[in-house]
């Protein structure tokens, strides 16, 4: 015995339950629908930036930025820029270390080339010389929050 109620009632019950048989698009929708509810809730602790949250910046004619992350307590932030084909990066001094991943495309740092999948790190106090691109590139950049017009 399950308190008041008998055991045997819920097995012939379930027993005499046939599935539902849903056409195709609306199990597609209710699927969809659990998955939204079930990604919207990010574990304590954590943030997600959707693909579509957030807005690209242009910085000059040829050069956009997506910040992603921030931490204003350590100067850090964690971008995507996209430098359209003949764009160029001043050079500049790095005060803290930076992480360079191509993820599209490829580009110079001065006349050392980086292709997609490549990971460039630059040292505290290294300098850069100018990032260009004659394909068009997509990285994304850990770094030091710069103050100038550039990432």
């Known amino acids: 015995m399950n308190g008041p109620y008998d055991d045997a009632i819920f097995e012939q019950l379930a027993a005499a339950i046939r599935p539902a048989e849903l056409p195709a698009a609306k199990r597609e929708r209710l699927r969809r629908r659990v998955l939204e509810r079930a990604r919207a809730q990010a574990p304590d602790g954590t943030r997600t930036l959707r693909a579509d949250d957030g807005e690209w910046q242009s910085l000059d004619d ?25 764009g160029r990066m001043p050079g500049h001094r790095h005060t803290q ?8 495309g490829e580009c110079h740092i001065g006349t050392h080339r980086l292709c997609a999948g490549d990971m460039h790190v630059a040292d505290a106090g290294s300098w850069h010389d100018d990032i260009t691109t004659e ?17």
């Open 62 to 86: 040829k050069i956009r930025i997506r910040v992603l992350h921030r931490d204003a307590a350590t100067n850090r932030q964690t971008l995507l820029m996209r430098v359209a084909a003949g």
């Open 135 to 151: 394909t068009g590139v997509l990285v994304l950049v850990h770094g030091e929050i710069r103050m100038s017009g550039h990432a």
């Open 97 to 104: 270390s930076e992480e360079f991943l191509v993820l599209e």
